[in-house]
């Protein structure tokens, strides 16, 4: 199992990224697998993730309206869509994979501790 994510940068408030997760040894579409993101001197915090196939998607309060969780099947890749960045979700965004239904993406660190792969991160800087 592999992942890779990437897509991150140097971006102004108000401003949009879409980070790319590549995965391969697994497929995507019905697995769980989530998004987090790990601020300097914080703990990794869940950002959006989903548990499997037809269950909802989670959104951390912080970015919910703002950001938006996909998969594309075909490519077998997940995408975190990131709209109006703010100076506060600057952080080292990864994404994971568990073998194994996850707890909701806000229940920290269940949902952390349960992930069982992880990709290396991408960071991404808010600032003007």
């Known amino acids: 199992v592999q992942l890779q994510a990437s897509g991150g940068g140097l971006v102004q408030p108000g401003g949009s990224l879409r980070l790319s997760c590549a995965a391969s040894?697994?497929?995507?579409?019905?697995?769980?697998v989530g998004w987090f993101r790990q601020a300097p001197e914080k703990k990794r915090e869940g950002v959006s993730c989903?548990?499997?196939?037809?269950?909802?998607?989670d959104y951390a309060d912080s970015v919910k309206g703002r950001f938006t969780f996909s998969i594309d099947s075909a490519k077998n890749t997940l995408y975190l869509q990131m709209d109006n960045l703010k100076p506060e979700d600057t952080a080292v965004y990864y994404c994971?994979?568990?073998?194994?239904?996850?707890?909701?993406?806000?229940?920290?660190?269940?949902?952390?501790?349960?992930?069982?792969?992880w990709g290396k991160g991408t960071l991404v800087t808010v600032s003007s």
């Open positions: 994971a994979t568990s073998r194994t239904p996850i707890p909701p993406c806000t229940k920290v660190p269940q949902v952390v501790d349960g992930m069982d792969y």
């Open positions: 040894g697994f497929t995507l579409d019905g697995s769980a």
């Open positions: 989903i548990s499997g196939r037809g269950v909802p998607i």
